[in-house]
């Protein structure tokens, strides 16, 4: 097999978008994904201005724009009497603010679409069924090892395997932490639901004490995309007799009859349950680093995890060009950014969701009198997400001119 300048261990999102940063530069890479088919498994995926700039940035949001919706608002609901806590308007405003668009669409299509990519530049190599089990690294380059005892030697690596990455055991012996929280998601075609009950021009979240509904279309409004998420008040660590669908009805008991009827179209084959990483010092060492949830595993309460990963990337495009010939170098000045950066996120994602899961009365009534007090285009809460300088100042100065 031929010498390649990078592997990139794991075929994700943030896999394949380091794939195309470092195509970008010039640079050749292998991608080595543990599944025997490069895919995405899930449902939908929120792609906030701080992320779509990344994906025009390399190419690919013509492509995009196919596949994707363009909502026109975000609303929190109550989960129990359905009324409008607040809105966020995605409109005009909302883009000349940040230069780029919010969308939804199908982790599926966005997989699909950024592997293209990579496969049209002629410098991405993918391998399948290679479970990376270590990394090792001398004067010579970087060599992984896979489970199966196969080698792969570049002169650098990216670890972009996940929150249960094993790059990350190069640099911490952590290990994922349990929100006590379990999902369920799916996507419904959308000629089996009632259309006249639903909005399709807004992404909703409903919620509740220790639970929450999020519901919007994907797939040009050909899918309707759905996750439930609940506290289990069964949690045991190291079991998976918890979080079931029965706690499901009886955690929603008494919500809003179009939650309800939610409930009917979940798959309740599959749960999640719901893990983040504690933020790291450092994650590059020599050679090596990592990218998306191996470096920064989040809760999806910010709908961030994946933006994280396309910024990531794109600033790692930018230390190559930088640095094109020193790779150590720029895996410092990548990290020395990022880490700030998404262990800010993190910790917002956390404080978020204790927000939107309050329990008790009088911290509910003060949430909700302070979402009302909100109008729709008050974004400054936003800001230090979707207006995140690096990714979106080129993008704003072309569509404000």
């Known amino acids: 097999m031929a010498k390649t300048d990078l592997i990139i261990v794991g075929g994700g999102i943030g896999g394949l978008a380091a794939a195309l940063a470092a195509a970008e530069n010039g640079k050749t890479s292998m991608v080595l994904e543990r599944a025997p088919e490069f895919g995405e498994v899930g449902a ?40 409008e806590l607040s809105t966020m308007d995605l409109g005009d405003a ?3 603010r940040y ?43 970087v060599t992984v090892k896979s489970e199966s005892g196969d080698t792969f030697t570049a002169d650098a690596v990216i670890g972009a395997d996940g929150i249960r990455s094993n790059i990350r055991k190069y640099f ?17 075609p959308i000629e089996e639901i009632e259309t006249d009950n639903l909005e399709l021009d807004d992404v909703i979240m409903w919620i509740g004490p220790y639970l929450h509904l999020v519901q919007y279309p994907v797939r040009s409004k050909q899918l309707y995309n759905q996750v439930v998420v609940f506290k289990s008040y069964r949690y045991k660590e190291g079991s998976d007799d918890w979080g079931t669908p029965d706690e499901m009805e009886q955690r929603f008991q008494g919500s809003h009859p179009k939650v309800w009827r939610a409930l009917s179209f979940i798959n309740r084959q599959f749960r999640w349950p719901m893990y983040d990483r504690l ?10 680093t990592l990218l998306g949830d191996a470096a920064h595993a989040m809760l999806q309460y910010l709908a961030q995890g994946g933006c994280q990963a396309l910024e990531d990337a794109s600033y790692l495009a930018d230390m190559f060009k930088q640095y ?29 969701g204790e927000i939107l899961h309050a329990a008790d009365p009088i911290t509910i009534l003060l949430r909700n009198t302070i979402f009302k007090q909100r109008t729709p285009q008050d974004y400054e809460a936003a800001d230090f997400l979707y ?7 080129k993008i704003k100065s072309e569509v404000l001119s």
Not at 324 to 338: G, I
Not at 387 to 393: A, D, G, L
């Open 44 to 83: 939908g995926i929120q792609l906030a201005p701080n992320a779509t700039a990344v994906l025009k940035r390399f190419g690919v949001m013509n492509e995009i724009q196919k596949v994707a919706v363009f909502p026109k608002r975000l609303v929190l609901k109550d989960v129990y009497t359905g009324e």
């Open 94 to 96: 909302f883009l000349k």
């Open 99 to 141: 230069g780029h668009p919010y969308i939804v669409l199908h982790r599926a299509d966005l997989h699909r679409i950024l592997f293209e990519a990579c496969a049209q530049t002629g410098k991405v190599t993918f391998v399948n069924n290679q479970t990376i089990v270590s990394v090792e690294q001398n004067g010579e380059g």
């Open 172 to 188: 911490a012996d952590d290990e994922p932490v349990c929100s006590e929280y379990v999902a369920y998601r799916g996507t419904i």
């Open 279 to 288: 933020p790291m010092d450092n994650w590059t060492k020599g050679k090596v």
């Open 324 to 352: 094109p010939n020193d790779y150590e170098q720029a895996f410092f000045a990548y990290q020395k950014e990022r880490i700030p950066r998404t262990a800010r996120v993190q910790q917002s994602a956390r404080t978020w």
């Open 387 to 393: 207006n995140y300088e690096h990714t979106t100042r």
